[in-house]
T-cell receptor
Framework: DGGITQSPKYLFRKEGQNVTLSCEQN?????MYWYRQDPGQGLRLIYY???????QKGDIAEGYSVSREKKESFPLTVTSAQKNPTAFYLC???????????FGPGTRLTVL | DQQVKQNSPSLSVQEGRISILNCDYT??????FLWYKKYPAEGPTFLIS?????DKNEDGRFTVFLNKSAKHLSLHIVPSQPGDSAVYFC???????????????FGQGTILTVHP
């Protein structure tokens, strides 16, 4: 089955710790994206990558970092510099220009 | 600066009636628009899209209308079913290539509740 997987589904972290969220796709999509959703708000773009070994900051990149070493994988690290990390994180991918983005199931991160 | 806005946080509709969800945008460079449906604690699911060269696109019970002069799009669901109850997001895509292509800008979402 082709799709996007995110793990874990729920993640808890102590304040001051870095944590990495996984995103894997087997759709052979070139572009991948990370969004954050907060209650009552839309999805806000954190980082995106259009090809391997290249990525761009989105609208709210501060306190986050990414890597794109493989086409299938786009992990997101939430660093201790992110002031309000508790949120629902969504990964998406697409084949390219104008194409529909397909989303993974999401990871809910809670900072204790 | 909210470039894509869904001004109605919620909408309540009776089963069998029409649901109309609205979305406004400010950036005239957007050339592709999408609607997503989302259940709590799940990723959004693509519903329907429309290119800026069209003013209407239909897919079963779902129809999206685009009014470029008004910078407004709407999603019509007819007939509405209880299973349609979810949060609906509109999104817009910039065209023209460059580093901005493929990026989606999302509205805040509208919670649709369809009562049996």
């Amino acid at each position: 089955d082709g799709g996007i997987t995110q793990s874990p589904k729920y993640l808890f972290r102590k304040e001051g710790q870095n944590v990495t969220l996984s995103c894997e796709q087997n759709l052979n999509h070139d572009a991948m994206y990370w969004y954050r959703q907060d209650p009552g708000q839309g999805l806000r773009l954190i980082y995106y990558s259009q090809i391997v070994n290249d990525f761009q900051k989105g609208d709210i990149a501060e306190g986050y970092s990414v890597s794109r070493e493989k086409k299938e994988s786009f992990p997101l690290t939430v660093t201790s510099a992110q002031k309000n990390p508790t949120a629902f994180y969504l990964c998406a991918s697409t084949t390219g220009i104008g194409d529909t983005q397909y989303f993974g199931p999401g990871t809910r991160l809670t900072v204790l | 600066d909210q470039q894509v806005k869904q001004n109605s946080p919620s909408l309540s509709v009776q089963e069998g009636r029409i649901s109309i969800l609205n979305c406004d945008y400010t950036n005239s460079m957007f050339d592709y628009f999408l609607w997503y449906k989302k259940y709590p604690a799940e990723g959004p699911t693509f519903l329907i899209s429309i290119s800026s060269i069209k003013d209407k696109n239909e897919d079963g019970r779902f129809t999206v209308f685009l009014n470029k002069s008004a910078k407004h799009l709407s999603l019509h669901i007819v007939p509405s079913q209880p299973g349609d109850s979810a949060v609906y997001f509109c999104a817009a895509n910039l065209g023209g290539g460059g580093t901005s292509y493929g990026k989606l800008t999302f509205g805040q979402g509208t919670i649709l509740t369809v009562h049996p």
